[in-house]
């Protein structure tokens, strides 16, 4: 079954096993620093051929980076297959806000626009309905799909990564 927003595809590497765990090793030792505080700007985790690469921190209003996980295969080539989840809980929250506040306007059969209690016209309410679905779907993809998008792009140029024929 194929997850929505979910990038899962193997790529072959010009690289060697060496030079992907050292440019794990070398994520993993990136510090980023507020005032005097340090800490590491990702979360690394390598066991024997699997790994798993999760930014840390950004602002309030920043983007929400997806967890990677990935496998390093060394056969006749180095194979890295990679596995790239959104945030689902992000999607599935202004899912929710959003049909609320969708159902709410809908079921209204009088409101209140600049001081007047009055019936709905058929424009204010697809005026509402457009604004109530468009704003949480831009902030759903702009702050979870596209970093998902923009993270295995990045991996693709970083581990020098080609995909296979066969994915």
Known sequence: MKIPFRIHRSYKSSLTVEQIYQFLDHLSSKKSEIWTFKSNTYDVQVDDECFSIKKRGGSINGQIHPLVKGEIMN???????????????????????????????????????????????????????????????????????????????????????????NE
């Open 75 to 165: 056969a006749d080539f180095v194979q890295v297959s990679l596995d790239i989840k959104p945030s689902y809980s992000t999607m599935f929250l202004s899912f929710i806000v959003g049909s609320i506040l969708l159902f709410s306007l809908l079921l209204s059969e009088k409101i209140t626009i600049n001081g007047v209690y009055r019936s709905i016209t058929l424009l204010e309410r697809t005026g509402f309905v457009f604004f109530v679905v468009a704003i949480p779907a831009g902030l759903s993809y702009f702050k979870t799909i596209k970093p998902t998008q923009d993270t295995e792009k990045w991996l693709i140029r970083e581990m020098q990564l080609k995909p296979l024929p």
